[in-house]
Nanobody, 114 residues
Framework: QVQLVESGGDLVQVGGALRLSCAAS????????MGWYRQAPGKQREFIAS???????DYADSVKGRFTISRDNAKNTVYLQMNSLKPEDTAVYYC????????WGQGTQVTVSS
């Protein structure tokens, strides 16, 4: 079955940076619209970034200019580079196929401390 495994989350200070990874198995991330999402405590999961097979990107307004989504086709992995982190970025981060989603993984915790 398709599996998406997120990693790279950590505790960082305001203004810091992290790179999250989403390693895929039994699915080709270069052939799907791939997305990153996050869920903060007490809130619904929200979309934050997507990457098309052709390489076009889209971002939520809250992360535009600070986050960058990319992929490594050889590693079948999608990344999320997060810069200038804010306390409101604290959440569990997930990746998934946007239009043909599979079961959600465990996500990776990002905590931004002030």
């Amino acid at each position: 079955q398709v599996q998406l495994v997120e990693s790279g989350g950590d505790l960082v200070q305001v203004g810091g940076a992290l790179r999250l990874s989403c390693a895929a198995s039994r699915t080709d991330v270069s052939r799907y619209l791939m997305g990153w999402y996050r869920q903060a405590p007490g809130k619904q999961r929200e979309f934050i970034a997507s990457l098309t097979p052709a390489g076009s990107t889209d971002y939520a307004d809250s992360v535009k200019g600070r986050f960058t989504i990319s992929r490594d086709n050889a590693k079948n992995t999608v990344y999320l580079q997060m810069n200038s982190l804010k306390p409101e970025d604290t959440a569990v981060y997930y990746c998934n196929r946007v239009r043909y989603p599979v079961s959600w993984g465990q996500g990776t915790q990002v905590t931004v401390s002030s």
